[in-house]
Structure formats: structure tokens, C-alpha cells
């Protein structure tokens, strides 16, 4: 009893068993398949490049912001120089 239960777990977990076979029915794709473009592809490039533009803009905006926030507050540095001594925290003993 508990071989039936076990065997098509073994049977189906073994390695390098490939059980995949091309239905026999399954034909070639034809020409006539392939769908027909409509409309302008101009019209469609412009509106493509729109919004890849403006989708752009925004990260660089936001990219900018976020520097500018972080070297506000001082999470950000940019090492674009050394730091002066009085930059430096003082250690007090």
C-alpha cells in the first residue's frame, strides 16, 4: 500500500527524467497568424518617446531631490574635498 503511494512521488522527482513530448496535434505557425500592424507607428513612437521623456524628467528630478535632502541633513557626503579640523567631532576626554 504505502509502495502505490510512494512511487509516482519517486518516479516524479528523479533527476535527468524528462516526461515532455510535442502533442501531436501541434502544427507550425503560418503568416497568416501574425497579427497586421494598425494606425500610424509615428504617432505611436511619439507617444512612446512622451513618456519615456517625461518618466526621465521625473527620475532626475527626484534624483536631485534626494541629494539635495540628504546633504541638508547631513546623511549625505560627497567626499568632493577633505574635511576641514573644525569639520572633524572633537574628542573630549
Given amino acids: 500500500m504505502l509502495r502505490h503511494l510512494l512511487q509516482p512521488l519517486v518516479r516524479n522527482t528523479r533527476n535527468g527524467v524528462r516526461s515532455y513530448h ?3 496535434e501541434l502544427r507550425p505557425p503560418t503568416m497568416d497568424e501574425v497579427l497586421v500592424p494598425q494606425g500610424s507607428w509615428q504617432e505611436a513612437h511619439a507617444k512612446a518617446q512622451r513618456k519615456y521623456n517625461l518618466q526621465l524628467a521625473a527620475g532626475i528630478i527626484i534624483l536631485g531631490a534626494t541629494i539635495a535632502f540628504g546633504r541638508i541633513t547631513g ?13 572633524r567631532p572633537q574628542n573630549t576626554k
Avoid: F, G, M, Q
Fill in 22 to 24: 510535442v502533442p501531436n
Fill in 75 to 87: 546623511i549625505l557626503w560627497l567626499n568632493y574635498r577633505p574635511p576641514k579640523p573644525e569639520d
